[in-house]
């Protein structure tokens, strides 16, 4: 079945589990504390159940690990620059980087409520944002633009897209390896969930995240010590 098929049939445990996926995966993007949505995983297992408390928790915890990261890179570039240095002042004009506004944006657009509707527009907006940072950071075709936007389109309403993808591995519809092993994964999170009742399926589901999450964090360190 297609990610977006799947997405349409999920239940509110299974979107909020999808949606949560996504944004666990980006989190190397924003901040090195791996842990720092455990709480909210704890939320989907017990469901509807302090759902909106976990979620603020979550927001103030993710925003206080944030500040920490950037305030340690920011004494970092200054003690590397020599004394007396001062950090690089940003552009006018300049903006942030888009893979990081859109874990950002996968966060801000997270519904307090415990409902189908809510967690399946939230879900949506999440996996369409994992694929698009996926994207920017594969090797392989473009990073942006309508035909990249076309190409993961059609991979997410495709049965047959990655099937057969692994890391590493292009896709049968030219998507890249990053973006074909999100793919699997986004699908296979919601599967699991559908087949899984209970806690159970809510730690395979993380395990597979995580899994993706060191991924994307061995993308993201190979390409620092690459500019650096």
């Given at each position: 079945?297609?990610?977006?098929?799947?997405?349409?049939?999920?239940?509110?445990?299974?979107l909020a589990a999808s949606g949560l996926a996504c944004l666990d995966r980006c989190l190397p993007?924003?901040?090195?504390?791996?842990?720092?949505?455990?709480p909210l995983w704890a939320g989907v297992a017990v469901r509807e159940r302090d759902w909106p408390e976990r979620l603020a928790a979550s927001r103030q915890a993710l925003?206080?690990?944030?500040?920490?990261?950037?305030?340690?890179?920011?004494?970092?570039?200054?003690?590397?620059?020599?004394?007396?240095?001062?950090?690089?002042?940003?552009?006018?004009?300049?903006?942030?980087?888009e893979s990081v506004v859109?874990?950002?944006?996968?966060?801000?657009?997270?519904?307090?409520?415990?409902?189908?509707?809510?967690?399946?527009?939230?879900?949506?907006?999440?996996?369409?944002?994992?694929?698009?940072?996926?994207?920017?950071?594969?090797s392989v075709g473009?990073?942006?633009?309508?035909?990249?936007?076309?190409?993961?389109?059609?991979?997410?309403?495709?049965t047959a897209a990655v099937s057969d993808a692994v890391d590493g591995a292009e896709g049968t519809d030219g998507v890249g390896p990053l973006v074909a092993g999100e793919l699997r994964r986004q699908i296979r999170i919601l599967e699991i969930l559908a087949e899984t009742d209970g806690p159970a399926?809510?730690?395979?589901?993380?395990?597979?995240?995580?899994?993706g999450q060191r991924v994307l964090r061995a993308v993201v360190s190979r390409r620092a010590r690459a500019q650096g």
């Amino acid at each position: 079945m297609s990610l977006v098929k799947l997405i349409a049939q999920a239940d509110a445990r299974g979107l909020a589990a999808s949606g949560l996926a996504c944004l666990d995966r980006c989190l190397p993007l924003l901040a090195d504390d791996a842990d720092v949505l455990r709480p909210l995983w704890a939320g989907v297992a017990v469901r509807e159940r302090d759902w909106p408390e976990r979620l603020a928790a979550s927001r103030q915890a993710l925003d206080a690990t944030i500040t920490a990261t950037a305030s340690v890179a920011s004494v970092t570039a200054v003690a590397g620059a020599g004394p007396g240095a001062e950090p690089e002042p940003v552009p006018d004009g300049a903006s942030p980087d888009e893979s990081v506004v859109l874990v950002r944006t996968m966060l801000a657009s997270a519904p307090s409520e415990w409902a189908a509707g809510p967690l399946r527009d939230w879900a949506e907006i999440c996996s369409v944002a994992a694929l698009e940072i996926h994207q920017r950071l594969d090797s392989v075709g473009e990073s942006g633009g309508a035909a990249a936007a076309e190409r993961l389109a059609r991979a997410r309403e495709d049965t047959a897209a990655v099937s057969d993808a692994v890391d590493g591995a292009e896709g049968t519809d030219g998507v890249g390896p990053l973006v074909a092993g999100e793919l699997r994964r986004q699908i296979r999170i919601l599967e699991i969930l559908a087949e899984t009742d209970g806690p159970a399926g809510v730690r395979q589901a993380l395990d597979l995240s995580t899994e993706g999450q060191r991924v994307l964090r061995a993308v993201v360190s190979r390409r620092a010590r690459a500019q650096g």
